[in-house]
């Protein structure tokens, strides 16, 4: 028997100012895409923003709707967006902020399971790792690429063994 571990490294901050001015303008970015949210049934809005090697800056958000599936998360628009405009610009980085009626939330909001899948793909297709850079009221959480995210993943290899 042979026991393999999977390890996902965290790095709390307790601000932005430690950070490159690339990361804190899509920090701003994804919070100012969750206040245009369009989350009526679960009141609860998600702003994402990538950054791209050439430096553009895509946001997105979570749209919901009344046909419940049909809506889509934010990390979702924001990266299928970038990744239609520049086809082949590789992806740095993503921020993910969160709001509820109070506010930013205090919890870091980490990607749901299918958008780890469509940033996984991302970072497998433009073999370049995608920091994800989860901010809450008072802390900034990174984790340094997707696959320690998403361990033991399926992936398109495994449709051509
Ligand atoms: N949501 C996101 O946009 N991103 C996440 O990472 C988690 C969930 C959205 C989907 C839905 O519109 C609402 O948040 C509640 O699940």
Do not use: W
């Amino acid at each position: 028997m042979i026991k393999k571990e999977h390890i996902t490294t965290v790095y709390e901050y307790d601000s932005a100012a430690d950070l490159s001015s690339d990361l804190q303008k899509i920090i701003i970015e994804s919070k100012e895409a969750a206040l245009r949210a369009y989350a009526p049934y679960s009141n609860f809005n998600v702003g994402a923003a990538v950054l791209l090697s050439n430096g553009e800056v895509f946001s997105g958000n979570n749209q919901e709707n009344a046909a419940y599936p049909s809506g889509l998360c934010a990390e979702r628009v924001a990266i299928f967006y970038a990744n239609s405009k520049y086809p082949n610009v590789p992806v740095l980085a993503i921020a993910i902020c969160a709001f509820n009626k109070n506010g930013i939330l205090k919890t870091p909001v980490p990607p749901c399971g299918s958008c780890r899948q469509v940033l996984l793909e991302s970072e497998i297709r433009f073999k370049t790792p995608i920091k994800i850079i989860l901010v809450a009221q008072q802390t900034i959480q990174i984790i340094e690429n997707v696959s320690e995210l998403l361990p033991l993943s399926f992936q398109k290899d495994n449709l051509f063994e």
